[in-house]
């Protein structure tokens, strides 16, 4: 079983930054990653990554270069570093972890391929 947990939201206003925090118990995951879902919207993949891996990283075009995700495998901690942050960021962030991958070893950045989420940590962008 894997439990998830999220920290690290709050409000700031437009240009501002905020890191994200994501611990993670269990071992049942290959693939880690963050979405998000606005008032009103769908859930959305904001970012994802091979758990324990390099190399392979997806962004959604909306946060590219601005945001960055990381881990730290030793204390299965997952990262996003929201930068240059716009009023459109506004939205329930939640870390997510599945076993599934790609044919070719990707991650998907589909929430419907995620079974694992946390609880969300709300990020308030003003302008």
């Known amino acids: 079983q894997v439990h998830l947990v999220e920290s690290g939201g709050g409000s700031v206003q437009a240009g501002g930054s905020l890191r994200l925090s994501c611990a993670a118990s269990?071992?049942?995951?290959?693939?880690l990653g963050w979405f998000r879902q606005a008032p009103g919207k769908g859930r959305e993949g904001v970012a994802v990554m091979i758990y324990g891996g390099a190399g392979f990283t997806y962004y959604a075009d909306s946060v590219k270069g601005r945001f960055t995700i990381s881990q730290d495998n030793v204390r299965k901690m997952m990262y996003l570093q929201l930068n240059a942050l716009k009023p459109e960021d506004t939205a329930m962030y939640y870390c997510?972890?599945?076993?599934?991958?790609?044919?070719?070893?990707?991650?998907?950045?589909?929430?419907?391929?995620?079974?694992?989420w946390g609880q969300g940590t709300q990020v308030t962008v003003s302008s």
């Open positions: 269990g071992y049942d995951y290959r693939c």
């Open positions: 997510a972890a599945t076993w599934s991958r790609s044919g070719d070893g990707y991650c998907y950045a589909t929430p419907d391929k995620y079974n694992y």
